[in-house]
């Protein structure tokens, strides 16, 4: 794919009267790829969405940049955007490797239950197995090694990559993206100790993720003892992600790499997880609150707050302790030097008497 760098700027919709006085005669040269400041090369596009790479520009290979306003001395064709990671989005997508599609339809290989629904342009992988009962909705693509439990339902346009596996009677909306390994129903860790032994508790309800979800590779998604595990619209879950049994999670939350939510938690819409966040069971986390990384949340989180550490705290109140805790070293010494004053003054009293 290539295009020129007057093409380009149609297609992002970038301001052509700020492309730059130096452009002239450039503007039909060909881009055919994008890439960072410091490895583009003279064919491609690069982007700068803050201060911290503009000095690299000036060193850069390439061919033109992507700014959210002009540089000045810049001696290179600049596509000034309104929205810097909207266009990157853009440019990613025209320049993404041409991978062969999907054929619509049904893999010899695969296992196809009795009372199955697939919609007539779905394509099937090889050596899928797809249980009794199992509705798929039109221009679904389930990848090669899936297997799809009895009664679960998956919508219209969502991709299944390989060796996804999706239990028994769960429920998935449409325009769905489910990356290789990730699980969806599995039992959740439940037990009882009785007569001796841990005791399985019966999961005997299921998972339901709505619509515009995107679920990373080797993501696992329990299912509920009760009801449903519920992920809403527009949630998009990091690799390597753990949803416990009966977690409720809102609209349009980004949980990050690593991250585990523990039984009955309640996320509400627009929550921020950082990497390796543990959310105990039985927690209430309140709309567009954010938890940095590494972060271990114990109680409740009030809508919109930022917390971070561990146990958790609000952002202010874990700063204060970071701060005592970095001067706790000259406090010590401080200590001691007192400790021998008073001691000091102690044995001059006694000698005294």
Known sequence: MSLTI???????????????SNSSGVLSKEITGVAPVKTAGENDVTF?????????LAD???????????????????LVVKNINAALIEVLNIFAPKLKAANPGID???RLGQNTRIAEDVSVGAYVVIDDGVEIGPNSVI???????????????????????????????????????????????????IDNAQRLIPHNGGVIIEDFVEIG????????????????????????????????????????????????????NGVVMGGQVGVRDNIEIGDGAMIAGQSGVTQDVEAGQTLFGCPALEKKEEFRIISARRRLPNMAKQVKQLIKRVEKLEAAEDDKE
Do not use: M
């Open 217 to 268: 590779a080797n993501c696992c998604i329990d299912r509920a003892k009760f009801d449903n595990t519920i992920i809403g619209t527009g949630t998009k879950l990091d690799n390597l992600v753990h949803i416990a049994h009966n977690v409720v999670i809102g609209k349009c939350c980004l949980i990050t790499a690593q991250c585990a939510i523990a039984g009955s938690s309640r996320l509400g």
């Open 108 to 110: 010899p290989t695969a």
């Open 143 to 193: 990848s090669s090694g899936c297997k799809i439990g009895e009664n679960s339902k998956i919508g219209n346009n969502c991709r299944l990559d390989s060796n996804v596996v999706i239990y028994h009677n769960c429920r998935l909306g449409n325009n769905l993206v489910i990356q290789a390994n990730s699980t969806i129903g599995s039992t959740g860790f439940g037990y009882s100790f």
């Open 6 to 20: 007057a093409q380009l700027a149609t297609r992002l919709g970038a301001d052509p009267d700020k492309i730059g």
């Open 48 to 56: 700068v969405s803050g201060d911290k790479y503009k000095a690299a």
């Open 60 to 78: 850069s290979r390439a061919l033109a940049v992507i700014v959210p306003e002009c540089i000045e001395g810049l001696d290179k064709p600049q």
